[in-house]
């Protein structure tokens, strides 16, 4: 499945708002999608929540002028590479500057994370994404803001990646929960 989070990122980048959403809550730091219960980190007080298509939650920071957008979907294209994966998330962009990428833990998983510099319609941007794969699903993380604007805004976004922790049902084989007892 095509992902197209560069144009959701021309939208955040723009401050634009799309009528939009997943439909699913979000109360307490919690995120409620499907089975799935995703505990994100603190959300600060500038960052104002805003509705993209393709996106689970979405903020935009004015006055840093910086964006951020958390998604998860379970399923098709979860067992991609996260290279390929953050790929995706980027396609689009030009002129690419990759200033760091490395494998970390996040909830328990390997996550890659990114730091990158780009151009995205010819306007320079600064990229700061955490890829990970949990239990058949893939969480992306992206904060996106002007160069100049950048740091003042990525120990915030930082913060609120790395408390990333989700938690699913057991994933059910052949009729029945993995590591359940069967009778004979």
């Known amino acids: 499945m095509m992902r197209c989070l560069g144009l959701l990122i021309v939208v955040l980048s723009l401050g634009a708002v799309a009528a939009c959403g997943h ?24 960052w104002q929540r805003v509705r993209i298509e393709g996106a689970d939650l979405a903020y935009r920071d ?9 998604d998860v979907r379970c399923g098709r294209g979860s067992d991609a590479p996260l290279t390929v994966l953050t790929e995706h998330l980027i396609m689009g962009t030009t002129a690419r500057d990759f ?3 490395e494998t970390l833990p996040l ?3 390997e996550a890659l994370h990114t730091l990158m510099r780009a151009k995205l319609d010819g306007v320079p941007m600064q990229y700061d994404i955490y890829v990970m794969k949990k239990d058949g699903c ?3 993380l992206v904060y996106v ?4 604007r950048f740091t003042a805004g990525a120990a915030d976004f930082e913060r609120f990646a790395l408390g990333l922790r989700a938690s699913s049902p057991p ?9 359940a007892a069967s009778d004979p």
């Open 138 to 140: 893939v969480y992306d």
């Open 99 to 101: 200033v760091s990428q």
């Open 107 to 109: 909830d328990e998983r």
């Open 62 to 70: 004015e006055g840093r002028e910086g964006s951020t957008m958390f």
């Open 23 to 46: 439909g699913d809550s979000f109360e307490g730091g919690v995120l409620h999608k499907g089975d799935l219960a995703i505990h994100v980190g603190p959300v600060p007080a500038q």
């Open 171 to 179: 994933v059910v084989v052949g009729g029945s929960s993995a590591g």
């Open 145 to 148: 803001a002007p160069p100049a």
